[in-house]
């Protein structure tokens, strides 16, 4: 960082380092006064690797046996060239901190050329060396990398600056999950010797930190990094609390009995008997886990310090451990978690459960083989070197990663779709404020990675980009649900896509929207029709709507002052002069309808509003005021009412009439032009729409009522078909009303 190099002459005042964070055990910390007098005392002899680097090797060689090591040692001799003379503010030579930061890497297990490129990553930046130089000496790739390193060390991270540094700095190196673990690595030795910094300056790098690199941290699977960056910054920005759980860290070590040593040899022997081949470790809580299980729980016990871990060699070892553990201990079952079989959105795999004691002790037990540890530790780093063609891969040059984490592809998509970088940056924050991502099922066997909270609106445009636009709702675990429904982890989710090109998403969905994704394209949707948005809504906005033809032209149907379509123009091209309905659902001039024939000589009949029987339905009558004789169909609730209150039954029977009159209810989903759309539909049917009802959307669920008059009952059932084939209709049946309370 070339923040950190200063003139050798004075290296400014020192200032109290954070807390010691307490880190595993695997390897001692290195001295960076020793590393930089071996940096520049030790020898460079061609063909010999520098002093400096033999832990750097050390680490390398572990994960990589037959690794070729003369790139790391010319890289080196230019780092060291190139960076003479400069030194840290801590007072160490500079080239103290690329081979810090190389050191972490290759502890991770990082391949030859991310080494390499972090050996060389300040070169560029803060010395004479150019990526010219670079690319002639160490190839392509590396050159790639640095530069991209290097674009990352000029990123402003101050208040004004960050939406538009932060976009730029995400193009420029999410083609490569090697450079942002090049970036990491850099932070967490910058994290490490922070203390040498004003109080002020460590605060405002320590928020950073934790609001932006910590997250991407967790995302790329790097846990290793994360968690000790975690506790250095809340060594900064906590200072008090972190003092407490350090002290309740210390008083648990102090203790003269160790539960989870108990529970561990327990597994072991389960184990063992079982003759399963296992290592079983226990992993020590760092200070941020400790602190918030200690927020959660309460007082703390021993077996809340730490957690078990079983090592094993085959995939199927992990659910045989799993299954000795249940069988042989008392689980509890709320605790378990299988990310095996559905890997977390950054690569990690691993088994979740946890054992009681008889005492009341509970330990937290992971399960995963070796491969899945490494994963877990190092995350993308573990993956070499992604761009590496394989024997079938076409060697046209084209960088693809098909390793890189499906977050962060979606995050390079949207990016690009952003309005605004405020509109990025405020959704970026959201995006990394999810600590944790749920799986969601497609019909067709594929998934669906979703932050926790996420509803129908974001899967669709997870699934289909801005062609979700014309997403008309959608069924979780087979039955039909809104868009607006939350999702939940394991759910299968169909989505249903309307067939109108012209389909528009409503400012609603917003409201509904969690990722990224849908709510950049939804916002950029509004703001490139602002028109639509405040006319178009969502059908059926609520309101009743006459259908009107006096003259040669309908009138627009309106519902809630929201323009649903031209309803009442479809209307009037089926000739139908506009009627106002009565209360029964009776037109107030001419009765028209089928023939009804009843036993009542002179009787006048009429057919019930309620559930608007034709031919051939089964019906029955009943003497209401005035010698009127109302005709039902036979399952009608009101029938069952009126029998049940003494009134007698007439009988009545269909004439020779076909006409009749029917009152039709539509369900639908509320989209634009969906009035327009049924209205056409009924009149090409050749029905005539006496009057329509649209109730007030509720839950994006839209009610539609058609009183319609056919020239011959035999054309319903082809009508009904008709009306739901219309996009975003999902049922259309006949009228049946509640019978009153009695």
Not at 546 to 573: L, M, P, Y
């Amino acid at each position: 960082m070339s923040a950190e190099a200063t003139n050798p002459a004075t290296p400014g005042p020192v200032a109290p380092t954070a807390p010691t964070v307490a880190r595993r055990k695997s390897r001692a910390r290195i001295d960076l006064r020793r590393l930089g007098r071996a940096a520049l005392l030790g020898p460079a002899v061609r063909g010999r690797l520098p002093d400096a680097i033999s832990h750097v090797v050390e680490a390398h060689r572990a994960h990589h046996p037959d690794a070729d090591l003369e790139p790391l040692r010319r890289a080196y001799v230019l780092a060291e060239s190139s960076h003479r003379g400069q030194m840290r503010k801590s007072g160490e030579p500079y080239i103290t901190h690329p081979l810090a930061v190389t050191l972490i890497l290759a502890e991770l297990g990082a391949e030859t050329t991310t080494l390499t490129a972090s050996l060389l990553h300040d070169t560029v930046e803060d010395t004479d060396v150019t990526l010219d130089q670079v690319r002639e000496q160490f190839g392509e790739e590396v050159r790639y990398l640095v530069d991209g390193v290097t674009k990352l060390e000029k990123v402003d991270y101050g208040a004004a600056a960050e939406p538009e540094t932060f976009r730029k700095m995400l193009v420029a190196t999410g083609s490569d999950v090697r450079v942002m673990s090049i970036k990491l690595a850099d932070r967490l030795h910058n994290m490490r010797t922070l203390g040498v910094m004003r109080p002020e300056k460590q605060a405002r790098i320590a928020k950073v930190t934790r609001d932006v690199l910590i997250p991407l941290a967790e995302r790329l699977g790097v846990q290793a990094l994360k968690t000790e960056l975690e506790d250095l910054v809340f060594a900064i920005l906590h200072p008090e609390e972190y003092e407490h759980t350090r002290e309740l860290i210390a008083a648990n070590a102090a203790r003269s009995d160790d539960p989870l040593a108990e529970i561990a040899d327990e597994v072991r022997g389960v184990l063992r008997e079982a003759d399963i081949p296992a290592e079983v470790l226990i992993r020590p809580r760092h200070f941020v886990s400790v602190h918030r299980v200690a927020r959660k729980r309460g007082e703390l016990r021993g077996a809340d310090f730490g957690r078990l871990l079983v090592l094993v060699n085959e995939d199927a070892d992990c659910y045989g451990v799993l299954g000795e553990l249940h069988t042989c201990m008392t689980p509890v079952v709320s605790e378990f978690k299988d990310f095996i079989a559905v890997p977390k959105f950054n690569l990690y795999q691993s088994l979740h459960t946890a054992v009681a004691r008889a005492d009341g002790q509970v330990a937290e037990v992971l399960i995963r083989t070796h491969q899945m540890h490494r994963v877990a530790e190092a995350g993308v780093v573990a993956l070499g070197n992604p761009y590496a063609p394989g024997s079938d891969d076409p060697a046209d040059g084209e960088r693809a990663d098909p390793t890189r984490p499906g977050w962060l592809s979606r995050l390079l998509d949207w990016q690009q779709a952003a309005p605004d970088p405020d509109t990025f940056w405020s959704t970026l924050r959201e995006d990394l404020a999810q600590d944790r991502e749920i799986t969601v099922f497609r019909p067709d066997g594929g998934t669906l990675g979703l932050p926790e909270g996420a509803t129908c609106v974001d899967a669709a445009y997870a699934q289909y980009g801005e062609d979700a636009h014309a997403c008309i709702g959608a069924r979780v675990n087979g039955r039909l649900a809104t868009l607006s429904t939350v999702l939940r982890d394991g759910d299968t989710v169909q989505l249903l896509m309307g067939q109108d090109p012209a389909s528009e998403p409503s400012r609603e969905w917003l409201e509904h929207a969690h990722t990224p994704a849908a709510r950049i394209a939804i916002q950029r949707w509004l703001a490139t029709h602002p028109a639509g948005d405040a006319e178009g809504g969502t059908a059926g906005a609520g309101g009743t709507i006459a259908a009107a033809a006096s003259g040669a032209e309908g009138e627009s149907a309106r519902a809630g002052g929201s323009t649903a379509g031209a309803g009442g123009g479809a209307a009037a091209a089926s000739g139908t002069a506009a009627r106002s309905a009565g209360t029964d659902g009776a037109p107030a001039g001419r009765p028209r309808g089928a023939d009804v024939l009843a036993d009542r000589p002179g009787a006048a009949v009429r057919l019930a509003g309620c559930c608007t029987p034709v031919p051939p339905d089964e019906i029955t009558g009943f003497a209401v005021r005035g010698g009127v004789v109302t005709v039902h169909r036979v399952g009608c609730a009101a029938v069952a009412h009126m029998k049940s209150r003494g009134r007698a039954e007439i009988g009545v029977r269909w004439g020779d009439t076909t006409a009749c009159r029917v009152t039709l209810v539509a369900e639908s989903f509320g989209r634009p032009h969906l009035l327009a759309d049924l209205t056409e539909a009924i009149a090409l049917q050749g029905a005539e729409i006496v009057s329509a009802t649209v109730e007030p959307p509720s839950q994006q669920r839209v009610r539609h009522t058609y009183t319609l008059e056919l020239s011959d009952a035999a054309h319903l059932p082809a009508l009904m078909r008709a009306m739901r084939d219309v996009a975003g209709v999902y049922d259309v049946s006949r009228a049946q009303h509640q019978a009153p309370a009695s």
